[in-house]
């Protein structure tokens, strides 16, 4: 999405809030200032805290993060800043936690935390989820019992010029690549590569010109750099950089990574230390730290990159939603006022 030309941006926010409220929220952000607008929402639903948004811009989904979870389709007007429940589908197993779209807009992607197992449905043309077609459950542990006595699937994402997607499970340290038959409506495992013993994989970031993939690592609190090759599904370790400053010893997690547009900056977020962790990316894709950004707030889980320009943190423990706009050194500086939201955990913009 570019802010260029003083449009506004468009943030879908999902929430950990109750059915009872409208716990998917959409926000307006000014290009010019940061400050925030919030322009509808929709309740109905519990625990929405990942949406994806279709490619066609007609439809947005859902995970419902419950016990016996749920994937749910809505149809919305960007103009009119609508939302209107299409229907929902099982998840087929416990926490449903992310989803993806495909670049078709044919199928949606779905993970399970509790259950470990990836899952794919077909989308219709009126936007709305048919029965399940296929899902991959996922076997294994990791040493720290405390988090990976199984698998926990966190996230599934396309990789980039390619029918193959990527899985994160936080359970197995396992990084599972499938390839999406489009025409058949199934999954294969094409590859499966374990991370550093007890790092937690959890969300991947993409370089927008190497065929390079960054990892973040939930329970080590590090951001790893691998070398993807289409030709294998292989995934090649380069590079592993801690998110927290020295001397740091206190409880932290990580959540989640993004890089900016030109692919000259990433970012990871620290729940706990509370902040944004800020690397310089090299030309080889390469890594250097150079900091870290207080989120002004608590336990920053998702965050947004919009373009070169801004970054939108959302903390979920101190219900709010902050931007920052990124200066020529990468560093994130916080503008405008920041948004009040009840237990924000997903910022997903709507691509212009």
Request: proline share 7%; hydrophobic share 35%; charged share 20%.
């Amino acid at each position: 999405m570019s802010s260029q030309g003083g449009e506004w941006m468009d943030i879908i926010v999902g929430t950990y809030d109750s059915a009872d409220n409208e716990g998917i929220h959409w926000y307006k952000v000014d290009p010019g200032s940061g400050e925030w607008s919030r322009a509808g929402g929709i309740a109905g639903i519990d625990n929405p805290s990942f949406v994806a948004v279709h490619p066609a811009r007609s439809f947005l989904y859902a995970v419902s993060e419950t016990e016996d979870g749920a994937v749910v389709s809505y149809r919305f007007d960007p103009e009119a800043a609508t939302l209107a429940e299409i229907n929902r589908q099982p998840s087929r197993g416990d926490a449903p936690c992310h989803l993806s779209v495909d670049r078709s807009g044919r199928w949606l992607l779905a993970v399970n935390y509790s259950t470990g197992n990836v899952v794919l449905y077909p989308i219709g043309e009126d936007g709305s989820i048919g029965p399940l077609a296929d899902e991959a459950a996922h076997e294994g542990a990791g040493p720290r019992p405390d988090r990976q006595e199984k698998a926990h699937a966190h996230s599934i994402f396309p990789i980039p010029g390619t029918d193959d997607w990527l899985a994160c499970d936080l359970g197995t340290d396992g990084l599972y690549v499938y390839r999406l038959d489009a025409a058949r409506g199934k999954l294969e495992l094409r590859s499966e590569t374990r991370a550093t013993p007890g790092s937690g994989p959890r969300h991947v970031a993409f370089h927008p010109k190497l065929p390079l993939v960054y990892l973040i690592e939930e329970l080590s609190s590090a951001v790893s750099v691998y070398r993807y090759d289409a030709a294998d599904a292989s995934l090649e370790p380069l590079q592993s950089l801690t998110t927290l400053p020295d001397g740091f010893a206190e409880e932290n997690t990580c959540a989640d990574i993004h890089l900016t547009a030109s692919g000259a900056y990433l970012y990871a977020s620290n729940r706990g230390h509370d902040s944004l962790a800020v690397y310089r990316v090299g030309e080889d894709g390469l890594l250097e730290s150079r900091g870290h950004v207080s989120t002004l707030g608590r336990t920053p889980r998702n965050f947004a990159v919009i373009g070169d320009e801004w970054v939108l943190a959302a903390n979920q423990d101190s219900d709010s939603a902050v931007s920052f706009r990124i200066g020529e050194d990468g560093i994130p500086a916080a503008e405008g006022t920041p948004a009040r939201i009840a237990k924000p955990v997903c910022l997903m913009p709507v691509a212009r």
